[in-house]
């Protein structure tokens, strides 16, 4: 594991959530549920956002784009697991298995 580890903490800059589900071996819906589940993760207004104090903490940061369709204006939100947080996801997802292999 220490080097699975130590290969995340080299991965250059920050990976979208789907990308980050991924590379630790999980779909993404199943990702969402487990990161709501854990209390990482709350749903709000159709979207899946990680709590403040998790953006706080340099694992994740969220970005908004704003785009216009069909002379709309709409927002996007994006959230970005940054390698240091994908370093604790790791510990905690592999932590979560574990218990619940249990």
């Given at each position: 594991?220490?080097?699975?580890?130590?290969r995340l903490a080299d991965a250059n800059g920050?990976?979208?959530?789907?990308?980050?589900?991924?590379?630790?071996?999980?779909?993404?819906?199943?990702?969402?549920?487990?990161?709501?589940?854990?209390?990482?993760?709350?749903?709000?207004?159709?979207i899946n956002l990680p709590k403040q104090k998790?953006?706080?903490?340099?694992?994740?940061?969220?970005?908004?784009?704003?785009?216009?369709?069909?002379?709309?204006?709409?927002?996007?939100?994006?959230?970005?697991?940054?390698?240091?947080?994908?370093?604790?996801?790791?510990?905690?997802?592999?932590?979560?298995?574990?218990?619940?292999?249990?």
């Amino acid at each position: 594991a220490e080097n699975s580890l130590a290969r995340l903490a080299d991965a250059n800059g920050e990976k979208t959530v789907k990308e980050a589900a991924k590379i630790l071996g999980f779909g993404e819906k199943n990702f969402f549920a487990l990161m709501r589940g854990m209390g990482i993760f709350f749903y709000d207004n159709g979207i899946n956002l990680p709590k403040q104090k998790y953006i706080n903490e340099g694992y994740f940061f969220v970005k908004t784009e704003n785009y216009t369709r069909n002379g709309e204006d709409y927002t996007y939100t994006r959230i970005f697991v940054t390698a240091k947080g994908l370093v604790w996801l790791e510990k905690k997802t592999k932590t979560a298995a574990l218990e619940e292999a249990c």
